[in-house]
């Protein structure tokens, strides 16, 4: 069965940064797309990041230029640098994986940015 797990989030004080993980197994994962996507209460889950099997990237407006994805096909694993971090920012994270329309989430992780 296809798992994504999602970690690294917690609370962390504005302009602080924090490293998500996310480890996929069961999943050819070099062959998927990945992205990180988020969702605030009371909100709609957004894209924050995709990087594509070519590891062709992009983001999401609000976060160019404080935000990185990447990923590790020989570790079955993508990543989510996120600096500069925001109030805003706080959501819960989900890992996707993406293939001709077939997709598989993972179950989150918070992420809480508070003074």
């Known amino acids: 069965q296809v798992q994504l797990v999602e970690s690294g989030g917690g609370l962390v004080q504005p302009g602080g940064s924090l490293r998500l993980s996310c480890a996929a197994s069961e999943i050819s994962f070099s062959i998927y797309d990945m992205a990180w996507y988020r969702q605030a209460p009371g909100k709609q889950r957004l894209l924050v990041a995709r990087i594509n099997r070519n590891s062709v990237i992009n983001y999401g407006d609000s976060v160019k230029g404080r935000f990185t994805i990447s990923r590790d096909n020989a570790k079955n694993a993508v990543y989510l640098q996120m600096n500069s971090l925001k109030p805003e920012d706080t959501a819960v994270y989900y890992c996707?994986?993406?293939?001709?329309?077939?997709?598989?989430w993972g179950k989150g992780t918070l992420v809480t940015v508070s003074s």
């Open positions: 996707n994986a993406n293939r001709n329309g077939g997709q598989y």
